[in-house]
Nanobody, 119 residues
């Protein structure tokens, strides 16, 4: 079992940047793939970005490719999402999750962090 705590959300103007963090409990963090997801009001939760357990593999949704960057610091048990050139359509609650590999996710959802982008 892994416990995840997201932070770093907030209100930002379109074109601005935010950096989200996800702190994980447990001593096996480095063995997990990690991912970021988001859920906008009235919409299903969607995949945003993933990073492999070694950090050497990353994958992004087309909607954020070139604007968002996922990274991890295994010494801190933390995964990050750097979000640049934010758009109003990026407004959502952002969640992180762990998995055996990108695309194979557990249900270790945290409470999420709200990102609101104003136009």
């Amino acid at each position: 079992q892994v416990q995840l705590v997201e932070s770093g959300g907030g209100l930002v103007q379109a074109g601005g940047s935010l950096r989200l963090s996800c702190a994980a409990s447990g001593r096996t963090f480095s063995s997990y793939a990690m991912g970021w997801f988001r859920q906008a009001p009235g919409k299903a939760r969607e995949f945003v970005a993933g990073i492999g357990w070694s950090g050497g593999t990353t994958y992004y949704a087309d909607s954020v490719k070139g604007r968002f960057t996922i990274s991890r610091d295994d010494a801190k048990n933390t995964v990050y999402l750097q979000m640049n050139s934010l758009k109003p359509e990026d407004t959502a609650v952002y969640y992180c999750n762990a998995g055996t590999q990108i695309g194979v996710w557990y249900n270790y959802w945290g409470q999420g962090t709200q990102v609101t982008v104003s136009s």
